[in-house]
């Protein structure tokens, strides 16, 4: 963990960082050119991760903070 946050194991990668790069328009290409020791199973986790918070209602959604796609 990196300041209370879950991390990507052997990086010091927050989920929500990985998350946030892809929120601005990264690619998982770009992250895996970008951050070697990140591997595809490891963005699977992440997405596998956020997807279980979600269906357990773990994940609350600030609806000021959202962005709205164009």
């Keep these: 963990?990196?300041?209370?946050?879950?991390?990507?194991r052997g990086t010091?990668?927050?989920v929500e960082f990985l998350l946030e790069r892809l929120a601005d328009g990264w690619t998982e290409q770009d992250l895996l050119?970008?951050?070697?020791?990140?591997?595809r199973?490891?963005?699977?986790?992440?997405?596998?991760?956020?997807?279980?918070?979600?269906?357990d209602n773990?994940?609350?959604f600030p609806t000021n903070n959202l962005r709205q796609a164009s």
Aim: charged share 20%; no cysteine; proline share 6%.
């Design 1 to 8: 963990m990196l300041l209370g946050k879950p991390t990507i």
């Design 12 to 14: 010091r990668r927050s």
């Design 33 to 39: 050119d970008n951050y070697p020791r990140l591997t």
């Design 41 to 55: 199973e490891a963005l699977q986790a992440v997405f596998a991760y956020v997807h279980a918070t979600m269906k």
């Design 58 to 60: 773990l994940l609350l």
